[in-house]
């Protein structure tokens, strides 16, 4: 895998059509047990070089019932959004992955983790990518119908405090989805 991890880091892929030089930010184990899809880095994790570095990593954490610590356990969580570097920037916030990326390394790494549970498909940028045709109408009735696409998958909303708003129209996510992920997540991080 440490060869797979240099080749990630040293790619160019889709360097003339970012906003700063490549900085891919995923962090992975071979005994990894749950992987984290998310969407891409933002700003601020592409200047740290951390994993959701940010409000949404905050709350992702909440909604997943772990420390920091946990969470940057390698051996227990997989980081890997659709696309490795910052896209840069829209009118209506960052600009979508790239995707080149996703095609490029995440079945090579997924070989590589032979530990692996559970994957959280976090937004519609994953969701699209795994599930395809599986997938509900809207991102709302798929993460609503998490326990289809169960044990192998976890859809959800992304935990951007802009979807705030989309929590507050939906309070099945907090009462039904996210106790239902904090059980799995504790039985699989608590487990071997």
């Not at 991890?5 to 889709?14: K, S």
């Not at 009118?91 to 095609?103: K, T, V």
């Not at 549970?117 to 998490?146: D, H, I, M, P």
Request: hydrophobic letters at 35%; a neutral charge.
């Amino acid at each position: 895998m440490q060869n797979l991890l240099n080749d990630i880091a040293n790619c160019t892929l889709c360097a003339n059509l970012l906003p700063h030089p490549p900085r891919p930010i995923v962090s992975v184990s071979p005994s990894s047990r749950i992987i984290i899809v998310g969407q891409a880095p933002g700003a601020r994790v592409h200047e740290s070089g951390l994993p959701w570095d940010d409000r949404s990593g905050e709350e992702l954490r909440r909604w997943l019932g772990v420390s920091n610590e946990q969470f940057y356990d390698n051996s227990l969580f997989a980081l890997m959004p659709m696309g490795f570097c910052y896209p840069g920037r829209g009118n209506s916030g960052d600009l979508p992955p790239r995707p080149e990326c996703a095609p490029a390394w995440h079945n090579r790494l997924m070989r590589e983790m032979k530990e692996v549970e559970l994957v959280l498909l976090v937004g519609q940028y994953a969701q699209s990518y795994y599930l395809k045709e599986r997938r509900e109408t809207n991102l709302t009735e798929t993460v609503r119908n998490f326990r289809s696409y169960l044990p192998d998958y976890f859809p959800l909303v992304h935990p951007s405090p802009r979807n705030k708003i989309w929590q507050k129209r939906n309070p099945w996510f907090e009462t039904e989805v996210l106790i239902e992920l904090r059980e799995i997540v504790e039985k699989i991080t608590s487990s071997g």
